[in-house]
Each structure stands twice: as C-alpha cells, then as structure tokens.
C-alpha cells in the first residue's frame, strides 16, 4: 500500500525534529505558514541563532536533496524575514535543509541561493 504523501511528510518531520532536538537545538515551531509567502517546515534555535528549516524526504529511486530548488528558497528566506518581523525577532539567522533518506539524515547548515 502506497502512504500518502501528507503522512510520509508528517513522519518525516517528526524524525526530523527528533534528530534536531538531538543535536542539541530547541524546536520552536513546525509548519509555520507566512501569509501567501510559504511555509517553513521547522524553526529552531541553537547558540543564539534561529534556524529555518526545509525538510525533504524521499524513497530509494530519487534523491530528495535535489527538492531543495532555488524557488523554494526563495520562500523559505522570505518567510524567515516575515517570521522575524511579525515577532519582532532581530537575531543571526541561517536557513538550512534537512534531507531524510531512509533512515539517513543529512542536515545541511546555512544554505544559500
């Protein structure tokens, strides 16, 4: 039986925010959604600097790094700069990606356009 993309997506949030929490970061927020901007899987904070985290996933045949488009980036960053403000949050900030691959899990820190 095939798994809906929504639950394969929620499973994979939450070993992802497992492995944060893990590594030592406070998770903040999950799915967080600025207006007509996008949305932000996870926020978290570690060493005084907040993290804007895009999770990806993906089964054997397709590697899900390459989900990680300059488009969605894009929304990424500029829902960061949405969240920050509504909150008036003025802190380091870096936007990175969480790519899940079976049970492997590559963070990757501070990505860039």
């Keep these: 039986m095939r798994e809906l993309p929504k ?7 939450d070993l992802a925010t497992l492995f944060l929490e893990q590594e030592g ?3 903040i927020e999950r799915n ?6 996008g949305e932000i899987d996870i ?3 570690k060493d005084e600097v907040l993290h804007f985290i895009e ?3 993906g089964k054997a045949d397709f590697d899900p790094v390459y989900n990680v488009t300059p488009d969605k980036l894009r929304k990424v960053i500029n829902s ?5 403000k509504s909150k008036k ?3 380091s900030f870096s936007v ?7 049970d492997e899990v590559e963070f990757i820190e501070n990505v860039t356009l």
């Design 96 to 102: 990175d990606a969480l790519i899940i691959r079976g």
């Design 25 to 27: 970061f406070i998770v």
């Design 55 to 57: 999770v990806k996933s």
């Design 89 to 91: 949050i003025d802190v």
């Design 43 to 45: 926020i978290a904070q």
């Design 7 to 13: 639950i394969f997506g929620d499973k994979s949030e």
């Design 32 to 37: 967080y959604f600025a207006r007509k901007l």
């Design 80 to 84: 960061a700069h949405y969240y920050m």
